[in-house]
């Protein structure tokens, strides 16, 4: 009876365990169009590009960087843990990159319409949750959201 007690406490740690970790991160993904030569990237080039600041492939075209709208929970986690800025700080960021000539990445209303996007445009660039990718996008880069976004998986 004890054995059985105690293989029903380490089962239930196990499982309390797993669900810890699984609610306190998930993965989001950085995509390109499936025949992209772009094989990976380093998170402080997607930074870079998604600030404007690297603006052409080594092939010498134009990067075509794709946002989720403004309230949108990935865009608030890529803005909160890879460019680190404040919505405000980011706006002004903005407001100034555009009077340089420099605009802000376009913005898509879905992580679907993103797929698309990607995989009919050479050179877009955008960040999906993995559990969403699918064969018409390739991963260039991949990290954990912290803490989970509720429902973002469904």
Not at 3 to 8: A, E, G, H, K
Not at 14 to 21: D, G, K, P, T
Not at 38 to 60: C, D, H, N, P
């Amino acid at each position: 009876m004890m054995n059985f007690i105690r293989s029903q406490c380490i089962k239930l740690m196990l499982c309390v365990l797993l669900s810890i970790s699984i609610s306190h991160a998930q993965n989001m993904v950085v995509i390109v169009g499936v025949n992209s030569p772009v094989k990976q990237l380093s998170l402080a080039r997607f930074k870079r590009i998604f600030l404007g600041k690297e603006r052409l492939t080594e092939q010498g075209r134009r990067w075509i960087p794709i946002n989720l709208g403004a309230t949108h929970p990935l865009r608030q986690a890529i803005r909160k843990q890879v460019v680190q800025k404040s919505t405000f700080n980011l706006e002004q960021y903005w407001n100034q990159q555009y009077f340089n000539g420099i605009s802000p990445p376009y913005v898509l209303a879905s992580e679907e319409a993103i797929l698309r996007f990607v995989a009919d445009t050479p050179n877009a660039i955008a960040y999906i949750a993995a559990c969403h990718r699918d064969k018409r996008v390739k991963t260039v880069y991949s990290f954990k959201i912290r803490p989970a976004i509720a429902g973002l998986c469904r």
